[in-house]
């Protein structure tokens, strides 16, 4: 079993800053890391993902260039670093992790959660 823990959530006006973070209580046997957001009202939906060795990284289109998904593998943490935010934006961010060697957009694919951490922008 791999435990994770979201921080860095809260409330931030729009054009601001969050970065997001998330500690694995392990990283034997994950492979990759993923954030997505669920909205109320709205399906879980992908944002970022990533391998532990940052080899491999994906993005959703409404992120690329405002988003940046990073590794710490010395602290079994990934970051979400999010810049230029919107309302859209406002969502709980939950991290995943997966063992099998792929970088998954689907949430279904991932074995672990987290518990999620609240993201509010103001316009």
């Known amino acids: 079993q791999v435990q994770l823990v979201e921080s860095g959530g809260g409330l931030v006006q729009a054009g601001g800053s969050l970065r997001l973070s998330c500690a694995a209580s392990?990283?034997?046997?994950?492979?990759?890391m993923g954030w997505f957001r669920q909205a109320p009202g709205k399906e879980r939906e992908f944002v970022a993902a990533?391998?532990?060795?940052?080899?491999?990284?994906t993005y959703a289109d409404s992120v690329k260039g405002r988003f940046t998904i990073s590794t710490d593998n010395a602290k079994n943490t990934v970051y979400l670093q999010m810049n230029s935010l919107t309302p859209e934006d406002t969502a709980v961010y939950y991290c995943?992790?997966?063992?099998?060697?792929?970088?998954?957009?689907?949430?279904?694919?991932?074995?672990?959660w987290g518990q999620g951490t609240q993201v509010t922008v103001s316009s």
């Open positions: 995943a992790a997966i063992k099998a060697p792929v970088v998954p957009t689907t949430p279904r694919q991932y074995d672990y």
């Open positions: 392990r990283r034997t046997f994950i492979y990759a």
């Open positions: 990533s391998s532990w060795s940052g080899g491999s990284t």
